[in-house]
């Protein structure tokens, strides 16, 4: 069990078999429960096509939300378990995301699928069929940089439940005004780029941009319940 970088390590780590190959879950329950019990929710994130849950914004999540009653699930898709350098087809990461839902639900909470670029695209892609409660997309890749008319727009419209997108103001896959209206909000991370991280000239530092994420998703997250 290996401490993140925000000093916490999760309680239990589990691997779950799917038919993409074993997928891994390292949970975070909610402070003074258990990831079984009383816990209000459980939202579980997956990671992008080019790094794993070490990312900043999906640790900042890990940290900071289980003082509010969420319990986080960091999830690791097959191909990140097995070692490999490339993410396989979107097909194949949402195959591996079914696979490994049970055990998610199996924790009791209503489960809110997240995940960040790629991660967020499966849990929008799967979102209704799976019966999760909502849908948390952070970085949402709207399109490839300097490709705005290769829109992914449709994958976010058609979650079929409440849906939150979080967006760094200078993300090259998408910033927030290129956004179409939807059902669904939005919240901007002000200088963020599509892993968050803000640059050193800019008025708000990294800490406080990962608080701005953080608190954003808190509050979206309360009125859910």
Known sequence: MSTTETGRRPEAVETVDTDAGPARISWF???GTTKARSARLV???GHGAGGGIEAR?????????PAHGVTVALVEQP??????RLA??????DTGWRGLWPA?????PPVVAGGRSAGARVACRTAAELGARAVLALGFPLHPPGRPEKSRADELLGTGVPTLVVQGGRDPFGR???????DYEIAEVPYGDHGFAVPKKAGPGQGEAM???????????????
């Open 29 to 31: 329950p909610a402070t």
């Open 43 to 45: 939202l579980a994130l």
């Open 57 to 65: 914004d999906l640790q900042a999540l890990a940290a900071g939300l």
């Open 79 to 84: 191909w990140r378990v097995a070692g490999k």
């Open 88 to 93: 396989p087809a979107p097909k194949t990461l």
């Open 104 to 108: 998610l639900a199996a924790a009791g």
């Open 176 to 182: 927030p005004a290129e956004f179409p209206p939807g």
């Open 211 to 225: 608080g701005v994420l953080t608190a954003a998703v808190t509050g979206w997250l309360a009125a859910l319940v």
